[in-house]
């Protein structure tokens, strides 16, 4: 077997730990892996860095920055991006967490927010400044939500002469009823509250209808209302990678509401034993009649079915059906509070944190990775320090919308100045 393995980053991105390079706890190459590295003991499997625009079925091929690439079997597993409910212009202005560069630009926005209310003389804007909005109450929702918090109540606490950083207003907008949906609703109560304590506001049963340079426009109980902002974070549905959509068009196969194609018990495509799709891309109903959720586990254990399928094709043996071993599911809210299910045993606390800790640390792909990552996060845990906390992009990507004010506020002690010192 030659295996190729086309993918338009050179690097294994660990997205659980997206969130914590967002809110400055660790840097980009603490969670992602290169992608040669990982594979160069595995003789028979070349990495190939391109973009895959389109896949011709019928010749085999698959077309990579307009060369073409043969293949006698095809795995697809490009993943999702976000959705914007027919908004595609919002994504400017509320970003998604998905990749590296979205999560240093998550990270800009937020500091240069307090950079810039650290200079506003006018109360409100400084208020608008200072309140960040996040949509969608999912984990990522949920874990961001609850990292700005510990940022603004704790690791920023100091650092400021004008503002209290402790003064930011988080809001967490969900349009259901309860945040972490897909958890046990005792589970989904107690993070709820656990944000509540790090003194996130939890909007649920609430939309959002607009979002503008200055502010969100959000729909709730027959009502509507403007939450004045400059900082957004999308955190809500996500979409199938478009080669999805080629893929149904040529082969003939379904595409479900959020994209995904729908594949068979083998994870195959209708009619087509020789292309698999897997992971986000993929809805899988065989099992329970839901599709099986985004996350990582489905992926993995879709990942190592195929490759155990495709072994055995070649040797001539059955092929079994794919079934998914349900592991679990665990979301952090901050410091020492997680949840975690897993079916009859649930955690909550200080409990559920530990086992978060243990199963991401476990899940990096370097070792080296493992110990820097254990390594912060203990440092972060005794001193509540964000060392990753650059605002990186182009020098005037964080200037103020409106006019600067050259004044400075006063400063928020009650001591008398001491002389000036330029
Ligand atoms: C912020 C965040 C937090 C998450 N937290 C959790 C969690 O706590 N637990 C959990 O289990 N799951 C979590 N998930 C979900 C989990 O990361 C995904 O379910 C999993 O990564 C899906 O794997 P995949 O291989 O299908 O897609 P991905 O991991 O997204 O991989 C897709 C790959 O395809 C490449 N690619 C895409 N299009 C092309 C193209 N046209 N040409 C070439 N290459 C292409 C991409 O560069 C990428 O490397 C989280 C996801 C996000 C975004």
């Not at 908004?87 to 950079?115: C, D, M, S, V, Y």
Request: hydrophobic fraction near 45%.
């Amino acid at each position: 077997m030659q295996v190729t393995l086309v993918d338009r980053r050179n690097f294994h991105l660990f997205q659980p730990l997206l969130y914590q390079v967002a809110t400055g706890v660790l840097s980009p190459a603490n969670i992602a892996a290169p992608l040669r590295w990982i594979v160069e003991r595995q003789a028979n499997c070349e990495v190939l860095l391109g973009e895959v625009q389109s896949i011709d079925v019928t010749g085999r091929r698959v077309l990579v920055d307009g060369a073409a690439l043969t293949y006698d079997t095809l795995i697809v597993a490009a993943g999702a991006h976000y959705s914007y409910f027919g908004h595609p212009e919002w994504e400017q202005l509320a970003p998604g967490l998905k990749t590296i560069e979205n999560a240093t630009e998550i990270r800009r926005r937020l500091l240069i927010a307090f950079e810039l209310a650290e200079r506003e003389t006018d109360i409100v804007r400084r208020r608008m400044l200072l309140t960040f909005v996040i949509v969608g109450g999912g984990p990522t929702g949920v874990e961001m939500a609850g990292a700005l918090a510990e940022i603004a109540r704790h690791s920023l606490k100091h650092e400021f002469r004008h503002i209290d950083p402790a003064d930011a207003q988080i809001v967490l907008v969900e349009a259901g009823e309860r945040v972490l949906s897909s958890y046990p609703s005792d589970l989904s109560e107690k993070a709820q509250r656990s944000l509540e304590r790090l003194g996130v506001t939890v909007r649920t049963r609430t939309m959002v209808a607009d979002v503008a340079a200055d502010h969100v426009v959000v729909n709730w109980g027959g009502g509507s209302e403007r939450l004045p902002t400059q900082t957004v974070v999308w955190a809500a549905g996500v979409e199938a990678s478009p080669l999805a959509k080629s893929l149904a068009a040529a082969t003939g196969a379904t595409i479900d509401r959020a994209g995904r194609l729908i594949v068979e018990r083998d994870l195959s495509l209708p009619n087509h034993p020789e292309i698999f799709v897997l992971g986000d891309m993929a809805n899988y109903s065989h099992q329970t009649g839901q599709p099986l959720p985004g996350v990582a586990p489905v992926a993995i254990q879709q990942g190592r079915f195929v490759a155990k399928l495709i072994t055995n094709r070649l040797r001539g043996r059955s092929i079994p059906t794919f079934h998914y071993r349900e592991l679990g599911n665990m979301a952090t809210i901050g410091r020492s509070a997680a949840v975690a299910d897993f079916g009859k045993l649930r955690f909550s606390g200080f409990v559920a944190w530990m086992l978060w800790l243990v199963v991401h640390l476990m899940n990096l792909v370097s070792f080296r990775n493992r110990l820097l990552v254990f390594i912060q996060w203990g440092w972060n845990y005794v001193t509540y320090d964000r060392s990753a906390r650059l605002i990186t992009g182009p020098p005037d990507a964080g200037a103020p919308t409106g006019s600067p004010s050259i004044e400075l506020a006063s400063p928020r002690s009650t001591e008398p100045p001491a002389d000036n010192v330029t």
